[in-house]
């Protein structure tokens, strides 16, 4: 197999999910793109184990959407109070917490 | 006893052995006075004669029962220790200290006594006037009676804390305030002279005990010697008021009269005579002829400025305040002629102690009569009013101006002729200057006697500063009691004591040398007589024969004008001292505010300016800080990669 175009699509979501976070407001859509990154991530290190025909890279990978798994608990659950109290999900108008 | 003695030095035993009472009697004195309060008001004063007379008694006691042959040592605790200093306070009773001893402690009890009288029109503070009185002479005898240079740097230090406190004893007046501090900080001068030489001396020597310095410094380095010579003489010059720190001591005078009589007469000042009589195994070394010499130039010098000021003022008691600042000065001239001169200048300094505390008190006696008014032109005609005052003072003048066989005639001889005595040139300068010095002293003496008690009553008529006429009348019993005794011992002290004293100090300080120069001794005392009578004569040709005028004349001479103005010691003092001092504080404090605050201020600004503006990337903004992160890891990766394929 050429693990290029694993590569270059993992690389082309880690991209997507980069420019998502910088440039949309909804907290919403800002999560979704963390999770593109996070599996992006996960492509490759699949790709990689594959490559090296070990496990090492998808136990990893496993790691990695626990802890995936566990941040959307805690931010889905954050999103939420935040948007109970101000009426608002857009991560632009929460920035009291500043000089 | 931790310490090994010298030779011919014992520990105290018998009544040597109690003389840390001497110290303590006048000590607990001043402590239940001061702590005591306004409850000792009643009897204050009766203690704390009371402490001083005892203090006495017990001197006598120890100068009978003690053998002076030998150097006693008393031992009585370990005061300081640390690593290798090592301080014992400890006691030193010989021949020099008893000799001071019976001084401070025979004039202190009488100068105590006279107090009583002297302070009765301030009945409020004299209780707390007697505890300083107490204070100063316990320190002054710690002061001789030390075994070492700490315990002597240490008496010192109080004398000179209990001669503040009385100088500036008229609180409310500016000028005493402005003495106390004068005299206080011109001392602090001397006395930096003075710890100096302590602190070469532990540093090379590695001890402080009077004898274990004598016994290392003959094999100390003669620049060494030099240092600690001149550096004691500064000392020297501080407490004793010499040139150049003679400025102090007739402003000194703002103080009440027995302060005057006691500290700035008679013991305190005399201080500086101790310290070299004391050091005389430094002092007679071969090596340390240069630090004599100078010695003896400041003693000459100093004998000339004292006699020619006291010849211009018409302050009675600092025309006595010069004639002491001079007559200090024949006794330091006296001791820095060195084995020939150690004992006649403690002669010399015994009986001005006995004289001068009578004058003093003598004056103290016509201004407690005249309002305190000491100005000798508004006085006059006094002999009629206060008999006993005028014969105490005249036999006391007569004793200064070494009229034949009084006191003060033994003892400036003896050193007239041992100055004389000096080889080559230095005989005829010193010899000439003591001689010189013996007609300006019968000059100015001379002419307060004039002024003071005969001629006209020029006082009648006048008010004093307080508005009130004058009412001349002789002192209380307890006032001319203390000036007929010194009166007695003025006139019969010298014969007795330059008979006895010279054989008695040689355990302490070493045979005297006999000198022989180009006159005999006969001469010389004639020669000193003739001078006096001189110095007498024209004073009364100028003051006693025509009636002087009550305000001072102004057009004089120049030579009466820099006398007046203290030779122009205190513009020498304050061009050469003060000025330039004040200008070294100002340039550090600009320094320090400019340079010194101004880094660790710019430095702190820097950091805060900085911050400020770093805080203002804390925009708040999730997705900024998010673009952030991407850099930083963009840069992350790209070093990375760098490093790795570069």
């Excluded at chain 2, 100063?136 to 740097?153: C, D, E, H, K, R």
Aim: aromatic share 10%.
């Amino acid at each position: 197999m050429t693990p290029t175009y694993y590569l270059l699509l993992s690389a082309l979501l880690f991209t997507i999910g980069a420019v998502g976070v910088l440039v949309r407001r909804n907290a919403i859509v800002v999560f979704m793109c963390i999770e593109l990154m996070l599996n992006a991530v996960n492509l490759t290190l699949v790709t990689f184990a594959r490559l090296n025909g070990d496990l090492h890279g998808q136990v990893m990978g496993f790691f990695v959407m626990v802890v995936a798994a566990a941040e959307v608990v805690v931010g889905l659950a954050i999103i939420l109070s935040i948007f109970r109290t101000r009426r608002t999900a857009s991560v632009d108008d929460s920035n009291l917490l500043k000089y | 006893m931790t310490t090994t003695l010298a030779e011919g030095v014992v520990d105290a035993s018998g009544a040597a052995s109690a003389a840390w009472l001497l110290l303590a009697l006048p000590a607990l004195g001043a402590a239940v006075l001061l702590i005591g309060g306004r409850r000792t008001d009643k009897w204050g004063h009766l203690l704390g004669s009371g402490t001083v007379i005892a203090a006495f008694a017990l001197a006598v006691v120890t100068f009978f029962g003690t053998d002076f042959a030998q150097q006693h040592n008393l031992h009585l605790w370990d005061w300081i220790s640390v690593n290798q200093l090592v301080i014992d306070f400890g006691l030193r009773i010989d021949a020099l200290s008893i000799t001071f001893v019976l001084l401070i402690t025979g004039v202190g009890s009488l100068i105590h006594i006279y107090s009583i009288g002297y302070m009765n029109h301030e009945l409020r503070d004299r209780r707390r006037f007697f505890a300083y009185l107490n204070l100063f002479v316990s320190a002054m005898l710690l002061l001789v009676l030390g075994n070492s240079f700490v315990t002597l740097y240490f008496g010192w230090e109080g004398v000179g804390l209990a001669s503040y406190l009385l100088i500036g004893w008229y609180q409310g007046k500016d000028f005493a305030a402005t003495a106390a501090k004068k005299a206080f900080l011109m001392n602090r001068v001397g006395d930096v002279g003075l710890a100096l030489a302590i602190f070469l001396m532990f540093k090379n020597f590695g001890s402080t005990q009077y004898t274990e310095v004598f016994a290392a410094v003959g094999d100390a380095p003669t620049g060494l010697i030099v240092a600690i010579g001149l550096l004691l003489l500064l000392g020297a010059c501080g407490k004793s008021g010499q040139f150049p720190l003679q400025a102090w001591l007739p402003d000194a005078m703002a103080g009440p009269t027995p302060v005057s009589a006691l500290i700035h007469a008679a013991t305190m000042v005399t201080a500086g005579v101790y310290l070299i009589a004391r050091s005389s195994p430094i002092y007679s070394l071969p090596q340390a002829a240069d630090a004599r010499l100078v010695v003896m130039i400041i003693g000459a010098v100093t004998i000339l400025i004292g006699c020619v000021i006291g010849c211009a003022y018409d302050d009675f008691k600092k025309v006595l305040a010069y004639s002491t600042v001079s007559q200090i000065g024949y006794m330091i001239l006296a001791v820095g002629l060195g084995p020939a001169g150690y004992a006649f200048g403690i002669l010399h300094l015994i009986t001005h102690g006995f004289f001068k505390a009578g004058l003093f008190l003598g004056a103290g006696s016509v201004m407690h009569a005249m309002n305190d008014e000491g100005d000798i032109r508004r006085l006059g005609g006094l002999w009629k009013k206060m008999p006993i005052t005028f014969w105490t003072w005249t036999l006391g003048y007569l004793a200064l101006i070494g009229f034949p066989f009084l006191s003060g005639f033994f003892s400036k001889d003896e050193i007239i002729n041992a100055a004389l005595g000096q080889e080559g040139p230095r005989g005829w300068i010193f010899g000439g200057v003591a001689l010189l010095g013996a007609g300006l002293t019968a000059f100015y003496m001379t002419r307060l006697l004039i002024l003071v008690f005969l001629g006209k009553a020029r006082w009648t008529g006048l008010k004093s500063a307080d508005g009130k006429d004058y009412h001349p009348h002789e002192s209380p019993t307890t006032m001319t009691v203390p000036m007929i005794i010194l009166a007695v011992g003025s006139v019969a002290g010298g014969f007795i004591l330059s008979m006895v004293l010279p054989d008695f100090l040689v355990p302490a300080i070493g045979e005297v040398q006999e000198t022989h120069g180009a006159l005999s001794h006969t001469m010389v005392g004639i020669l000193a007589v003739a001078i006096s009578a001189i110095g007498a004569g024209i004073a009364y040709l100028i003051f006693g024969r025509s009636e002087q005028p009550v305000e001072r004349p102004q057009r004089v001479t120049f030579a009466v004008r820099a006398a007046r103005a203290d030779l122009f010691g205190n513009h020498l003092n304050e061009a050469l001292f003060a000025r330039p001092g004040t200008w070294l504080t100002r340039a550090l404090v600009y320094v320090d505010n400019r340079g010194v605050d101004g880094l660790v201020n710019g430095i702190a600004a820097g950091l805060g300016g900085s911050s400020g503006r770093l805080r203002r990337t804390q925009t708040g903004f999730v997705r900024s800080y998010a673009l952030s992160m991407l850099g930083g890891s963009i840069l992350v990766v790209a070093a990375l990669l760098v490093v790795r394929f570069a």
